[in-house]
């Protein structure tokens, strides 16, 4: 027989141990999550010493970026909130040397242009390829230099590198020559159809390029670099809002899978050399000087001189239309704000049917629309709709122009245009 004493020694020793481990492996875990956890959350002080180098932090916790088997990361039954979010990082203030790479193009001219329009210091890296007329290129590039020649040494300063961005020697005399420490990098292939075609070019454009340029980023330790991805990496996705907490692993083109790539790529150099990256998913960007490869411009200049307007499907797919203004306010948050690894939507946040699009042309041109109708291609999506609440809390982005006023400014454009060498070259694709 035991004793009763001897019982409730027993049970108090087993309380007492149990409480223990309890206690003290919450304990553990609590300092080995916080130690973990705590360098991803630092936030970079964009104005500190280039060379610190932040932590790596978990590529599958897409957002708020935390580890695997963190007390803070969400469960399938317990979604993530904004309370477990990850700190804001302040906006580094006063002058930067920015290179834009694609910065004769659509997105890097404007882009260009608001960085000098500021005050900041721009080098351009482009090839000028032949994907669409180069004279629409040429004329981008008289634009920024005239602005930069209009700043009179107020800042603003301008430098061209006409080359390719896997071009070695050139990449090199840029870091070296222009040491620039933020870095926009938009040069790409772009367009999904010609993907198609020809992917060898894509993948060395994009994916190579893009390797180089974090390359160079890497060796001279820059302090942030922004990307451009693309909303066409969700393929098909059935979501509603497209987020990028989404697994985005099945592209249905070449172009989507080398942007995907491009942010894999830099998710390694962010791991590996703490790398600050950002990448920005553009949806279907349109505005003055816009690509006249892309839908919206292909319109307005159809409805405008009454060319038949190739329509893909009955109309009814959609678009997260979003007007270049508000990608351009996107992008420079993002090169201000040196996030160690991110990914953000950038998008109007809704989006417009192909026939409505095609309506509002009508109404801001004045003309009515020939419609031919074809199948859908390969390689199309049938919708885009952008979730941009991540940027919205991190960036502070939110898109202010409606399709109806962005497509009036754009036919504002292209009408002030007609006649001059570069409306041609639009009209004329
Ligand atoms: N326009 C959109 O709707 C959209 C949507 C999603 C993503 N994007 C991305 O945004 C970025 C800019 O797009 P955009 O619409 O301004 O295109 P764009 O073709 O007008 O600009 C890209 C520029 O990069 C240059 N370039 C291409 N390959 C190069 C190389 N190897 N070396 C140097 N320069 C090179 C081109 O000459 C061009 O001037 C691209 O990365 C594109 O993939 C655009």
Redesign the pocket.
Known sequence: MVSKSRIILLATFVIVTNLVSFYFGKFSRFFSDYLRFLPCGAIMDASASSDFIPKPVGLDAPFPYMLRGSPLQATASEPLTLSNDIPIVDPHVGHKKVLV??G?????SHVAYALLDRGDSVVV?????D??DVKI?EANLKLLQEKSDSMNGDGGHLAIYL????NQTLMREVFEVESPEWICH?????GVRPSIQNPLLYVQ?NVQ?TTNILEYSREYKVRNVVM?????VYGESQSTFFSESEDVNEPVSPYAAT?RSGELIAYSYHHLYGLNITNLR????YGPRG?PD?APYKFISSVSSGKTIEQYGDGSTSRDYTYIDDIVDGVIRSIDRAYPYQIFNLGKGSGTKLSEFIALVEKHVGKKANIKLLPEQPGDVPFTNADVSKASRYLGYKSKISTDEGIKKTVAWFESMLGEVASNQWAEQ
């Open positions: 790479t694609g004769a193009g659509f997105i890097g890296v482009d090839e000028m390829n994907y669409y290129k080359g390719d961005i896997n938009l040069a790409a292939r772009a454009a390029g451009a991805s693309s909303s066409s942007k553009f949806f279907t960007v690509r892309m």
